[in-house]
């Protein structure tokens, strides 16, 4: 699966397809009914598909300091849209200029001129082009000027309630790692890089793989079950703390999951982090005898859980 930009035109044999079109940030049980229908109507037509996304988010250039709130990295989002049936992903970088690019420029300019889109899947509750001027009636308007034809998937319903990235971000803040699982139909997780720390954890005998979260969403502080993937398919099983370690000063905000029966060396790998339940909230303890005792509690406790799930 190949990464295209939307700044560039597209190449020629990648002109034609059928474009799925949102933020798709999370990629969760809603956005992936809109690729569905992307997937389905390109083969139907034996056509391409591509899911375009949005990187920065457009949060990001509205709101500079709108804290952390993404679900996934872009390369994340890629793997998931090739594992659902994606031929490329189409990536809108969002800036001033697109910020102040008008619907019709959007359709006219960008889905129908640049990249060559024969027709365009979003939610129905999708927006777009200046102060949010697009919507699907516009998109079907504006696109059948240009031979573009557009669908539109309504909202996907989980317990009676719609499906929303914002759900999602509601639940991990809650630490429900059980519903935040269910709306993405996998686990919340954070990839990044093992970076050298302070080393506490290995001289107490729980040493720490510690990744800075960056742009991702801050779940709730505290304990988690948690599963690790390295660079090379291995799944590790652990206990990870998400927060700013109160017990230690001063305060550093981390994750750092201690991986149950592993040896080795992971500084400067890129791994990934998936929470599969909470245990407890962060706590700041008044020894580290304390603290040694409660983490070998906790380490039973998800050890427990993730073998028996």
Known sequence: MIRLYARERVPEN??????A??????FHLGHQAVVAEAVRWARAEGRLVMIATFDPHPVCHFDPKAPPFRLTSLDQRQELFAAAGADAMLVFEFDATLAQTSAQDFVGQLLADRIGAAGVVTGED?????QRG?????????????GLAARAVGPVQRDGVVVSSSRVREALKAGDCATAAALL????????????GDKVGRTINFPTANLAMGKYLRPAYGIYAVKGRLCDGRELLGAANVGIRPTF??????LEPHFF????????????????????PEAKFDSLDALVAQMARDCLEARRLLENA
Request: aromatic share 14%; hydrophobic share 40%; no cysteine.
């Open 14 to 19: 990648w002109r034609g397809a059928i474009v």
């Open 126 to 130: 999708f927006t777009f082009g200046k």
């Open 185 to 196: 139909t996998r686990p919340f997780a954070i990839r990044g890089i093992v970076q050298h």
């Open 261 to 280: 029966d592993f040896t080795g060396d992971l500084y400067g790998q890129e791994i990934e982090v998936s929470f599969h339940h909470f245990l407890r």
């Open 249 to 254: 000063d001063p305060p550093k905000e981390l």
């Open 134 to 146: 697009g919507n699907i009636s516009v998109l079907r308007e504006l696109g059948a000027q240009y």
């Open 21 to 26: 079109l949102g933020n798709f940030d999370g």
